[in-house]
């Protein structure tokens, strides 16, 4: 340690921390907070902090809390003044009781370290026990705190600096019981049990800051008109360009700035209590945070039913001549408001638990923490660089070498050496190619972009070895069925997830249906059925299977919190009086408590306006879809979301219930193409959205951000969003050459709109009972294999050996097997590998650099990519300037540029096709 940390007698007289509020419980929000301005302008010193703690203690907090770093100990961050007064104050007992309920709540919590769980085991067990350390006598004095409570005050000496015990990382060694059990019971009492949380959040809050202000809409309206303007321009292009999350808020942040140097210092009376304050002083992070949730609403993408719309307008697909622009209106806003009216009456088990981390969201909250919180300088590891200055390096960095993969050297972000050394091997490129085959590769990409494909450094590590090992089970699954030619998938490339005929070529939807796209049987039956390739019928399969299976399996997990959470909102709907916080008494939780609630009549409201628009949709305009649709959406929805969002908000993994809508509807309601696009438009947009906008809560519940602010940015958002992007897409349409033609020079071929409607086609038109039923029966037979697979995965989880099943994630391992058609390994292997190094080992080696430097660096790199590709495509794609060599057509080359079946139909196929013969025809 510093030696100008020991300057400070700890028998000096401290100053009274008066900004800090002691209510002398943690389950009281005025105990959890402070007077921010007052504690940042009279920063105490370690001497004036912990009197009843010896300095050795204090060394040891420092290191627990990755302070120890500090170049300075003269003036402490607020965080750890804040815990030192929350040590002092609380009672062992209390400590104790703290951490048996917490050893109780997250016994097969995953995202719990297993050493923290141990220690607080060990913690509790030494108190019940009666242990003490040998030495206890000898180094221990007693003193009397403010309570009257006797607690230990030195049982640990400087010599403890050399044991194996290393707080940083929390490692179960006991040397010094009362000081240790007062520490873990305050971080999960007053911060959170999770160290990538306490790596993003304060311990405390001050309902004091502004947030909602003037400068917030301003900025919020401007770059949410933006970038739905970026992103719904370019959804359509192939590769699409998004304006991402990160890269908004790296511009909001001068935004607010400006808006602050500029803005007059006026406060404008509208009516009786409301004032608007145009410039209430600096620009807060409070302030950023609900700027960031204004503009995340059309962040890296846009909303799903532009698709439908697209398909519909469009002349190359369905051309609904009566798709006029109130139909797009009615259409977009009831999909869109649906979702916002479900989020807020599911956050009950998807917002409020400790256990919703909500890994994707955390990367955010870093950086605009980085970004307007000033840092206390640190030597963490020889690293003394400032998060700020972090972030902006990662980020050039990012920018300038996405250059290279993207456009001067594309055969790095595609890095299929192996299927270079050979390639007219086609048994190699099936196996390793990037681009036609099954990815096996240990050195697949060099680009960024391609190694953030499964959020390596934001989503714990357990996701990643349970997604691969899925994969593995996949990649193994599809070579079988290739070689074996099952289903005739031998005919047809490996990994493709177009459609086929029976001569292995393109399938065609539009060779299938007459002029008004509906189904034409004659047509048909010259054509036949489409074929799935063999990573297609694993794809479906395992969609098939993991629907039943995640139903069944989150319930026999989790059915205490979604009864408690479900018994919440049926009282919460009776008596509407009631605090939807009850029962939660987390620490941010309990914050959360000082600003008013967002009432579950509003959203109750919003879903209900909803529901009259869509109703509107399908009575006043032809769109051939009974009201009855609806409901079943709002119903499947509603069944489904609360399992799909409790997985999501605790591992980071999500799947959409597109493809059970589309089976269902198909069978429900055959040969209508149009009816199933528009119920699957509401059925996969609820929820998207409605965990989109659960992320949006989740980071005001984390950064405390009043819910009736976000409530209302939210609402606003959506709004704004909404009528741009339908502004800009029916421009597209007319106001592009060529638009969705394959040839299109501008690569806006629409691939997401042309899979959009092979789906409504397929599943709508020919119906699932003919593709299915006759030529895939054994894919029915997933749901059951999923139903009953959950139940051993249960036991196990449950009862088998802890250690060993604690991070088993069988869902993810499912859903490993949705990556493939067209992805495939060598999209996600890289990211195993930068999981492996920073979410295991810098994570659990050097957690201190881990907590201050990871997520700034994961949204470092992925900012720099997004706005590289932004400014790539207008210099030097927009109008083409290619660049043929070696190192960009390379990738293209052999058969994993071409894969093909490695059968042919015409030669060894009777009658020159395969399937079922002309004139049996399913």
Known sequence: MSSEKNVHSVHETAAPITSLHSAGSHLQREDHEVNLDAVLSNPLSIGE????????????????????????FTELPPECTFIFEKIEQMSTQEAVEILKDAIEEHEYDVNVQEHDLDLWKELVDYNAHGFHHPDDEKKSESSIDEKGHQVKVSTLSHDAETSSNDPSTGRPEIVDWD?????????????????????????????????????????????????????????ERQPAITLAVAVVQVFLYPSGLLCEWILPKWKIKLWKNWVIDLNPGPYTYKEQMLATIFCSVSGGGTSYVSYNILMQKSELFYDNKWVDFGYQVLLILSTNFLGIGLAGLIRKFAVYPVQAVWPSILPNIALNKALLTKAKKQNINGWKISGYNFFFIVFAASFLYFWVP?????????????????????????????????????????????????????????????????????????????YSNYKWTGYMPINSNALFTNTGESYSVRAVVNENSLFDNEKYQEIGPPFYTAANLVVYGAFFAIYPFHFVYEFGMQYKQMWHALKGLGSALKDWRKSTYEGFNDPHSVMMRAYPEVPEWAYLCILVISIVLAILCVKVYPAETPVWGIFFALGINFVFLIPLTTVYARTGFSFGLNVLVELIVGYAIP?????????KALGYNIDGQAQNFINDLKQGHYTKLPPRATYRVQLL????????????????????????????????????????????????????????GHLYPILQWCFLIGFLLAFPCIALKRWGPKKLVKTFEPAIIIGGMLNY??????????????????????KGKYEAWWQKYNYLLSTGLSAGVAFSSIIIFFAVMYHEKDINWWGNTVVYTGYDGNMVGRLNATESAPDGYFGPRKGHFP
Request: glycine share 6%; proline share 6%; hydrophobic share 50%.
């Open 671 to 679: 040969g209508n193409g149009l009816a199933l696009s528009f119920i």
């Open 821 to 842: 058609a067209p992805y495939n390994l060598s999209y996600y292997i890289p990211g195993v590998y930068a999981s492996l190094a920073f979410m295991w080992y810098i």
């Open 179 to 235: 000081l240790q059990v007062r520490l873990e019971a305050v971080l999960v009492a007053y911060w959170s049990p999770y160290p990538e949380v306490r790596a993003v959040t304060l311990p405390f809050d001050d309902p004091s800051i502004p947030v909602e202000t003037f400068r917030v809409y301003l900025i919020g309206i401007i770059w949410t008109a933006i970038g739905a303007v970026i992103n719904q321009f370019f959804t």
């Open 406 to 482: 993207d456009y001067l050297f594309q055969a790095l972000s595609n890095f299929s050496w192996l299927a270079w050394i050979k390639p007219d091997n086609q048994n190699l490129a099936v196996v390793t190619g990037f681009i036609g085959g099954l990815g096996l590769n240990p050195i697949p990409t060099f680009d960024w972009n391609m190694i953030s494909q499964n959020a390596p450094l934001e989503v714990p590590f357990y996701n990643q070895t349970n997604m691969i090992f899925g994969m593995f089970i996949g990649f193994f699954a599809i070579l079988g069925i290739w």
């Open 717 to 772: 958002s959506i709004f704004v969003a909404s009528f741009i992007q339908l502004a800009i897409l029916n421009f597209q349409i007319t106001g592009i050459k060529n638009y969705c033609q394959l040839d299109n020079t501008q690569k806006f071929t629409c691939p997401n709109t042309r899979t959009f409607y092979s789906a409504s086609v397929l599943w709508g038109v020919i119906g699932p009972k003919k593709v299915f």
């Open 49 to 72: 902090v912990g009197t009843t703690l010896t300095d050795a203690q204090k060394d040891y907090v420092l290191k627990r809390l990755h302070f120890d770093a500090l170049t300075s």
